[in-house]
T-cell receptor
Framework: GAVVSQHPSRVICKSGTSVKIECRSL??????MFWYRQFPKQSLMLMAT?????????EQGVEKDKFLINHASLTLSTLTVTSAHPEDSSFYIC?????????FGPGTRLTVL | AQKITQTQPGMFVQEKEAVTLDCTYD???????LFWYKQPSSGEMIFLIY??????QNATEGRYSLNFQKARKSANLVISASQLGDSAMYFC????????????FGTGTRLQVFP
């Protein structure tokens, strides 16, 4: 099946720094990708829909200036957590749609000290 | 509003037995898709099975089958012949129309398979 990769898999950073997470569709083109956030022992919460060549669509309550999304090509979307704080520590997962299902990346665990 | 409900926070099953994980949904759309994903401790989301709202047959994929009861708005996952490697979190999700690809997830069920 289709493969979606994420980089890095883990990142630890100091409070106040910005962190960029990459999501790539490896063997198919994805005009739309999605970014989810998952807190420990909780479900996935959709943060935003990333559209190639246009602005991302953010879910209610998600700060667009805090979580910058860029979808510059059909195979790459990036999520930048700006001025990260400890409450931003979470598991971030991206996905891209296949024929009918969504393929998920392996996730990025962000820890902000 | 669309909503997915998984009422079983945890389930136990003995190896080689079958287990049913419950999922109910709420939508006013006629066209929607229902999914089940497995999330092991590594965190990756593994696609298991899909059911379209217009599919008349229940979906099956190997040991996984989806018991789709449209009138009751339920989409339960049945795992037959459970294996120790089936221990994981299981999420039911819905894509609520063809106009958007967004998935809405339930709260998940933690399945533990014991020998």
């Amino acid at each position: 099946g289709a493969v979606v990769s994420q980089h890095p898999s883990r990142v630890i950073c100091k409070s106040g720094t910005s962190v960029k997470i990459e999501c790539r569709s490896l063997d198919f083109q994805a005009t739309t990708m999605f970014w989810y956030r998952q807190f420990p022992k909780q479900s996935l919460m959709l943060m935003a829909t990333s559209n190639e060549g246009s602005k991302a669509t953010y879910e209610q309550g998600v700060e667009k200036d805090k979580f910058l999304i860029n979808h510059a090509s059909l195979t790459l979307s990036t999520l930048t957590v700006t001025s990260a704080h400890p409450e931003d520590s979470s598991f971030y997962i991206c996905s891209a749609r296949g024929a009918f299902e969504q393929f998920f990346g392996p996730g990025t665990r962000l820890t902000v000290l | 509003a669309q909503k997915i409900t998984q009422t079983q926070p945890g389930m136990f099953v003995q190896e080689k037995e079958a287990v049913t994980l419950d999922c109910t949904y709420d939508t006013s759309d006629q066209s929607y898709g229902l999914f089940w994903y497995k999330q092991p401790s590594s965190g990756e989301m593994i696609f298991l099975i899909y059911q379209g709202s217009y599919d008349e047959q229940n979906a099956t994929e190997g040991r996984y089958s989806l018991n789709f009861q449209k009138a009751r708005k339920s989409a339960n996952l049945v795992i037959s012949a459970s294996q120790l490697g089936d221990s994981a979190m299981y999420f039911c999700a819905m894509r609520h129309s063809t106009l958007t690809d967004k998935l809405i997830f339930g709260t998940g069920t933690r399945l533990q398979v014991f020998p």
